[in-house]
């Protein structure tokens, strides 16, 4: 089974330039998950979607980031404009189902970006 | 609100040594503990869980106990060997209700040397 494919793995941006992830679930996973992890910290939940809706986003920074999960399969993660302090890896997340009990949630590589 | 806290690192072991990693939350209600392994240049893995009090979770000869008498998910392995070189991130999830997030600890870099 495939895991979770995210892209780019790698991106170098100057502050105030817009900048965008992408993530694909593994197929049938319900529930997807945006993480921001800075150097040094654990992950922190962005959003959450479960299907195309959105669960969580009280971490959200929303004067600057977007997502979205159309047809409930694949997201987008964007940022727009970034700043200094968004050097961080992003990290995608899926699970079976996200409500009511724990299912497991299954990480992607991550996106490191380095806002310069 | 709900945190984990975690013992600094890294954690600098010789192959066979015994492993210990402190682990300790807050939360309100009743947590689901887990231990994730992020190796050099992969995703997160989860490593093990437990879903209440005095469960054990083991895997892969690690093992932790949900303690909540003392709020605690201290991760243990007997031998650890050089491929175990790893970050370990406790965490918990909040897993009542519409959501299941995972609140992290901070991460303890572990390098085993032969």
């Known amino acids: 089974e495939a895991g979770v494919a995210q892209s780019p793995r790698y991106k170098i941006i100057e502050k105030r330039q817009s900048v965008a992830f992408w993530c694909n679930p593994i197929?049938?996973?319900?529930?997807l998950y945006w993480y921001q992890q800075i150097l040094g910290q654990g992950p922190k939940l962005l959003i959450q979607?479960?299907?195309?809706?959105?669960?969580?986003d009280s971490q959200l920074p929303k004067d600057r980031f977007s997502a979205e999960r159309l047809k409930g399969v694949d997201s987008t993660l964007k940022i727009q404009p970034a700043k200094l302090e968004d050097s961080a890896v992003y990290l995608c997340?899926?699970?079976?189902?996200?409500?009511?009990?724990?299912?497991?949630?299954?990480f992607g590589p991550g996106t490191r970006l380095t806002v310069l | 609100g709900n945190s984990v806290t975690q013992m600094e690192g890294p954690v600098t072991l010789s192959e066979e040594a015994f492993l210990t990693i402190n682990c300790t939350y807050t939360?309100?209600?009743?947590?689901?503990l887990f231990w994730y392994v992020q190796y050099p240049g992969e995703g997160l893995q989860l490593l093990l869980k437990?879903?209440?009090?005095?469960d054990k979770g083991s895997n892969k000869g690690f093992e932790a106990t949900y303690r909540k008498e003392t709020t605690s998910f201290h991760l243990e392995k007997g031998s650890v060997q050089v491929s175990d070189s790893a970050v370990y991130f406790c965490?918990?999830?909040?897993?009542?209700?519409?959501?299941?997030?995972?609140?992290f600890g901070t991460g303890t870099l572990l390098a085993v040397q032969p």
């Open positions: 437990a879903t209440k009090a005095d």
């Open positions: 997340a899926s699970s079976p189902s996200g409500r009511g009990s724990y299912n497991e949630q299954f």
């Open positions: 965490a918990l999830s909040e897993g009542r209700g519409a959501t299941n997030k995972l609140i």
């Open positions: 939360a309100t209600g009743y947590p689901s």
């Open positions: 197929s049938g996973h319900a529930t």
């Open positions: 979607f479960q299907n195309n809706g959105v669960v969580d």
